[in-house]
């Protein structure tokens, strides 16, 4: 709704239809302390609706002129692979890894990372303070690769896609 009638938004755009195929195996070894899950994704997009204006921090200014617009045919796929260890009786140790490829007309998604992955360390103990209380502590590590995304710094439209300065 923002996307067609917000105040950048574009009412000439057009609904996105797509279809999706998942395919995966789930493995568990060791009596179920560790749980292995990689899965396959295919998905097509026709006219996927793609808005910069999101992307962008609060304190960017936003050109006038930029507002959501469609991509014609945009086809994603990739694979995301998770596991799981039950390393201890009070430690749940947890990994993730996703990897996307994508093909558009500019050969570019907005803040789409080819490569992202995850890490969990949960630790779980009883009867900590008093008789049936638990407590809980996780530990969650997040890395993102590099992706296309609009320069909040940069005046240039066409330049909206190169690598804002680090």
Known sequence: ????????????LKSETSWEINAGVTQELFNARLRFEPTYFYREVH???E?????LPPVASVPENEAASNVATTRMQGVEMSAKLQATQWLTLGGNYT???FVTPSGTLVNRPRHRGSATATGHWNDVF???DRATL???VYAVGHRDSPNP??????DKFSPAPI
């Open 130 to 132: 008093a008789s049936g």
């Open 138 to 140: 996780t530990t969650l």
């Open 99 to 101: 990897y996307l490829n």
């Open 153 to 158: 710094l940069d005046t240039d439209i066409e």
């Open 47 to 49: 006219n996927l609706i």
């Open 51 to 55: 808005e910069v204006v999101d992307q």
């Open 1 to 12: 709704f923002d996307e067609l009638f917000g105040a950048l938004g574009n009412p000439n």
